[in-house]
């Protein structure tokens, strides 16, 4: 399921993302690395907005 619109694909067809040492977002093109994963769908608009998507932000208290 996509993060962003929260539609249904089959798990090949969704991008992977996963958060680095340092924090930041990186695709995950292999779908193996460890961690907490994002799947986002292939529609641009879907990517447009997942740009600016902050994972952990609601734990941590919101928005700054």
Request: charged share 30%; net charge positive; glycine share 10%.
């Amino acid at each position: 399921m996509c993060v962003v619109c929260r539609r249904r694909f089959p798990k090949d067809s969704l991008h992977r993302y996963v958060l680095n040492a340092e924090g930041f977002l990186i695709i995950d093109v292999g779908k193996t690395r460890p961690g907490r994963g994002w799947y986002v769908c292939p529609d641009p608009v879907c990517a447009a907005r997942f740009i600016k998507y902050r994972p952990g932000a609601r734990r941590k208290g919101g928005k700054p």
